[in-house]
């Protein structure tokens, strides 16, 4: 029996003399960009949203606003069928777009010029975090997925480290949700209590860059930190979270490496050793290190870069059952929490190291 499509429709002909024509009334499967044109506008509307959340309340970044408002709107009903090729198009294509494009914002000679104390001291704190996170995890009794998910953020750079991996570990919405508000509840407890701490502790401002930029979920939530104890402190722990976002690549590629190693032909096959956006990412990293970006393309990718990542997160958030979340809820915070207290006092170790006086 061969199938033909006429008119949409999809015709099955068995072959012979006198052949026997059947129309299905199922239409074929749609292709082209209009299907995803709904979905798109949706989450351009969902990013607009979170944007002006955020000039709102600056201490909430839009990619969390925007996971939120795609949550909600699909709990209460108001996620249609039509929207769906285009949310999932926005959540796995603009998602790995913006990865690539998180790599114009890193030059290596900014990394350099931290020392290479310091350097150490950032890779054994990302090093400590996400094994020991995602060991925590397991010990906890939740999923592989969520503690891996857990880990990256807590490690690397919040939401968008979350939304970077979920593209090879392929988890569940709720997971990706689970990660993320937790890195903005957490993020958002030490802009408060760092700070507080200094004054205790006596860190100069530059220690206290370190410390900010090593422990401290979020970007946002580094400079909000940060900034309390000055400039200085500041341009410190922006760098110092930038060599963080660094090891996104080889953390990604690791796992990936794993996941190789495991996977079978009811998995899809083996995934790439080095996954395409990943390999896009530390091909912006080189051209922004050998000064081939022009500073005036800078600001205008970081705005691309921002945008993309709060439309694959509003269009995840679409696909979380809030009733499936709560179910590890509590688990999840106590993992929050203990993942928290184990990157700030290991950075805080290397800190005092590096600074005898403090």
Same mark, same amino acid.
Do not use: K
């Given at each position: 029996?061969?199938?033909?499509?006429?008119?949409?429709?999809?015709?099955?002909?068995?072959?012979?003399?006198?052949?026997?024509?059947?129309?299905?009334? @199922?239409? &074929?499967p749609a292709t082209g960009i209009r299907p995803l044109l709904p979905g798109l506008a949706v989450s =351009?509307?969902?990013? @607009?949203? &979170?944007?002006?959340?955020?000039?709102?309340?600056?201490?909430?970044s839009p990619l969390?606003? =925007?996971v939120v408002l795609g949550a909600l709107m699909a709990n209460l009903g108001a996620c249609p069928a039509v929207l769906r090729p285009g949310l999932a198009f926005a959540s796995r294509r603009l998602l790995r777009l913006g990865v690539v494009l998180l790599g114009a914002q890193l030059a290596v000679r900014d990394v350099l010029a931290l020392g290479l104390p310091v350097v150490l001291l950032v890779v054994a704190t990302v090093a400590v975090a996400f094994s020991g996170t995602w060991w925590l995890g397991r010990r906890l009794g939740l999923g592989r997925d969520l503690s891996l998910l857990v880990a990256t953020g807590f490690a690397i750079c919040g939401a968008a480290a979350v939304a970077a991996m979920n593209g090879v570990a392929d988890g569940e919405e709720e997971d990706v949700m689970t990660a993320i508000a937790l890195v903005t509840l957490f993020g958002s407890v030490c802009i408060v209590a760092l700070p507080?701490?200094?004054?205790?502790?006596?860190?100069?401002?530059?220690?206290?860059?370190?410390?900010?930029?090593?422990?401290?979920?979020?970007?946002?939530?580094?400079?909000?930190t940060a900034q309390t104890a000055g400039t200085a402190a500041l341009a410190t722990a922006v760098v110092v979270k930038l060599t963080r976002v660094v090891l996104l690549a080889p953390l990604i590629a690791g796992v990936s490496v794993l996941r190789r190693r495991t996977a079978g032909p009811r998995t899809g096959g083996k995934p790439p050793i080095v996954p395409l956006f990943v390999a896009g990412f530390l091909a912006m990293v080189a051209l922004r290190s050998l000064g081939a970006l022009p500073t005036a393309w800078l600001a205008p990718l970081k705005t691309a870069e921002t945008l993309l990542f709060t439309a694959a997160l509003f269009a995840m958030g679409t696909a979380v059952n809030l009733r499936a979340l709560t179910r590890t809820g509590r688990r999840a915070v106590v993992l929050g929490a203990l993942s928290t207290a184990l990157i700030s006092l290991v950075a805080l170790g290397?800190?005092?190291?590096?600074?005898?006086?403090?």
């Open positions: 029996m061969t199938c033909h499509e006429i008119g949409g429709y999809r015709t099955n002909i068995t072959p012979g003399r006198n052949a026997d024509m059947t129309l299905s009334t @199922a239409p &074929a =351009a509307a969902g990013v @607009a949203a &979170a944007t002006g959340i955020n000039a709102l309340l600056p201490t909430v969390m606003a =925007a507080l701490l200094q004054g205790v502790l006596r860190l100069p401002a530059e220690g206290f860059g370190v410390w900010s930029g090593a422990s401290v979920h979020e970007v946002a939530q580094v400079v909000a290397g800190v005092m190291v590096l600074t005898p006086g403090a």
